[in-house]
């Protein structure tokens, strides 16, 4: 099984931005665990992370018979993003939203989620876990 995660703007900011909502971990050490994860749950994955929406649309779209599923945190993508929404449906590759904070906790901008609206799961304020989270749950749906 194949796994494309996705990383969207700003995640690459990773330990140098609010680090009292994202922590001090940077960017290749959540890579790190999104790997070690992968390997523990028996997927093989590949990580992308851009700041430009096309970018990610374009990869949404390459990951067309390429992938089992997609694990993807836009970023604020999530809540601005209808581009990133249809390319997850014309693709229609299985799909689980991460978010490292609780968006329904935040600013009211944040509880909007375009992604959800596709995503099968969706998984907020576990931090990095939430990606070993949703990775296992897109895991089963997939069997």
Known sequence: MKFLVINGVNLNMLGVREKHLYGSE???????????????????????????????????????????????????????????????????????????????SREDYRKKSFVSEYASITVCGRGFQGYYDAMAELKEIIK
């Open 26 to 104: 940077d960017y290749k050490s959540l890579v790190s665990f999104i790997k070690a994860s992968a390997k523990k749950l028996g997927v093989s994955v590949k990580c992308y992370q851009s700041n430009y929406e096309g970018d990610i649309v374009t990869v949404i779209q390459r990951a067309l018979g390429r992938y089992d599923g997609i694990v993807i945190n836009a970023g604020a993508y999530t809540h601005t993003s209808i581009a990133i929404l249809d390319a997850l449906k014309a693709v229609r590759i299985p799909t689980a939203e991460v978010h490292l904070t609780d968006i329904n």
